[in-house]
């Protein structure tokens, strides 16, 4: 399976054990010597509109993506 990180940041990452909507993936974690991908990043949610920062970003490691869908993308946590 081949895709773009442009279009990984459209698709919203969900626990496959309870639900959980984490959000949409922002960055990616990639070992620059092998080119592998290491973990999703999922920026943290913004507190009270904003003006008392976010909270820490979700880390998902790779190991625990379980599978791609056309919008979501399952994780195990």
């Known amino acids: 399976m081949e895709t773009r990180i442009a279009e990984l940041r459209y698709k919203e990452v969900?626990?496959?054990?309870?639900?959980?909507?984490y959000?949409?993936?922002?960055?990616?974690?990639?070992?620059?010597?092998t080119g592998q991908v290491k973990a999703l990043i999922v920026p943290g949610r913004r507190r009270f509109?904003?003006?008392?920062?976010?909270e820490e970003d979700k880390i998902i490691p790779w190991n625990a993506v379980k599978?791609?869908?056309?919008?979501?993308?399952?994780?195990e946590t």
């Not at 959000?23 to 010597?33: C, F, K, S, T």
């Not at 599978?67 to 994780?75: C, Y």
């Open 14 to 21: 969900i626990s496959v054990e309870d639900g959980a909507r």
């Open 23 to 33: 959000g949409y993936v922002g960055d990616m974690e990639v070992d620059l010597e």
């Open 49 to 54: 509109f904003g003006l008392f920062g976010r």
């Open 67 to 75: 599978r791609f869908g056309e919008d979501i993308i399952l994780v």
